[in-house]
């Protein structure tokens, strides 16, 4: 679990940097996906050693490959824990807003963005709403490593 939550943090460092050096000095959105990506990549490590631990304790068998069902075995496990609902809630749509098509908002300003539909919901992702992400990936992170870490 170490390990895996480990691998997550090395993933938030290079978001903490695309978002205050990347992200402040392009300002584009391939750099908004990227940060998107990243945080992805960081709950994949997440969720791997959440499910890891359910597998250790002998509950399941073996963790799903796909991200889809990893999703739906935290849902079922860890079904008391509100901020781990909330936070696979988030992954699905962060998974969710980099398959969508998108439009470029202000490129090169402060306020660029990206702009998908999503269920026939206009969302608008900015520089804001990634540092929000990341930082509820960071606290997402030292909550479990308080709650779940042996």
Do not use: W
């Not at 170490?2 to 993933?11: F, G, I, T």
């Not at 990227?34 to 359910?54: M, P």
């Not at 490959?65 to 809630?89: F, Q, S, T």
Request: with cysteine; proline share 1%.
């Amino acid at each position: 679990m170490k390990d895996l939550l480990n691998n997550a943090k090395e993933e938030l460092k290079r978001v903490d940097h695309l978002i205050y050096v990347s992200l402040k000095y392009t300002r584009t959105v391939d750099v908004i996906r990227n940060v998107l990506d990243r945080l992805v990549s960081s709950f994949d490590f997440v969720s791997e050693a959440l499910l890891q631990k359910v597998v250790d304790d002998g509950k399941m068998g073996e963790i799903p490959a796909a991200p889809k069902l990893r999703c739906e075995e935290l849902e079922k496990y860890y079904d008391e824990d509100e901020k781990i609902l909330l936070a696979v809630k988030e992954y699905l749509l962060q998974r969710a807003i980099l398959r969508a098509k998108y439009e470029k908002i202000n490129e090169y300003r402060r306020h660029v963005g990206m702009v998908v539909k999503i269920e026939g919901e206009e969302i608008t992702v900015n520089i804001d709403k990634v540092t929000e992400y990341y930082t509820r990936a960071k606290e997402l992170i030292e909550y479990i490593q308080e709650t779940y870490d042996d």
